[in-house]
């Protein structure tokens, strides 16, 4: 072997040797950029399943359980937070220590970049705002109109029940209750008796309807607006459930990415 053969087997190995670890140096910030992408997008996901729920919250008073008897006068219902879509609503961060309460949203560039990377995640979240735009319209109009017609029953009621607590035995007409913070409660009881919601859900409070001797004209209320507004009702139930598939499906597609180890796809975040 010459000299020069020995020099120039030494400049190539020397570039060789240049070239990958450049090429290493590279896929190592390459694959640390996708995994920090994959990390906000994660990020993202928590606030994205806290939306789902809010805009239900939005539509349905039993979003917290049954056992949130109160019903307020729904004709305070704003479409226009069914409109803003997960994007848009707004989600309320309470306040820890000195640091005062916060809203945050979804971010909306990394909705956006979801498609790239999360394609059938993002179908998902694309139809349950569909939904929630149409479907979550007519049934909050739905709703609204039975909370008025409770409510108009329960002003000319003279069905004899008792003031809270019950224990207390203060006696009174159920219309007596208007304006006052009973006559949600009872709207409640009268909301559930109507829309016949599975008595095992209502923790403790069921019983002392039944104790107090209040359920079986409660029921009757109900029976009387139920009567009137069944198919009403029942496309209401109907609607609910629809988006309730939905939106346990986009949850459960959540929660399978977040545990997710690779990033799929590539966009401009992260280019090779």
Not at 34 to 43: G, I, P, Q
Not at 113 to 118: C, I, T
Not at 247 to 253: P, T
Request: aromatic letters at 10%; proline letters at 3%; a negative charge.
């Amino acid at each position: 072997m010459t000299d020069w053969t020995i020099i120039i087997s030494t400049i190539v190995g020397a570039l060789i040797a240049g070239l990958v670890g450049l090429f290493s140096t590279y896929m190592s910030r390459y694959l640390d950029r996708k995994e920090r992408h994959l990390n906000e997008h994660k990020d993202n996901f928590a606030l994205i399943g806290r939306a789902i729920d809010d805009l239900c919250n939005e539509i349905w008073p039993l979003y917290y359980g049954a056992e949130q008897l109160k019903l307020g006068h729904l004709k305070h219902i704003s479409p226009e937070s069914l409109r803003l879509g997960i994007i848009g609503v707004p989600l309320f961060n309470p306040k820890h220590g000195d640091n005062p309460e916060e809203i945050v949203r979804v971010d909306k560039d990394l909705y956006k970049d979801m498609s790239k990377h999360f394609n059938i995640l993002t179908n998902k979240l694309e139809k349950y705002d569909g939904a929630m735009g149409k479907d979550g319209l007519e049934m909050s109009k739905l709703l609204v109109e039975l909370s008025e017609r409770i409510y108009s029953e329960m002003y000319v009621s003279e069905f004899p029940v008792l003031k809270w607590t019950f224990d207390k035995g203060g006696k009174a007409l159920l219309r007596d209750f208007k304006d006052q913070l009973e006559e949600q409660e009872y709207a409640g009881v009268i909301f559930l008796l109507v829309i016949r919601q599975e008595k095992s859900t209502w923790p403790q409070t069921f019983e002392l309807y039944e104790r107090y001797g209040l359920y079986k004209g409660l029921n009757e209320i109900a029976n009387k607006i139920r009567g009137e507004s069944e198919d009403k009702v029942n496309k209401m139930i109907k609607l609910l459930s629809g988006i309730d598939k939905l939106k346990e499906e986009c949850h459960d597609l959540l929660e399978k990415e977040k545990h997710s180890f690779k990033l799929k796809g590539r966009c401009e975040y992260v280019k090779f």
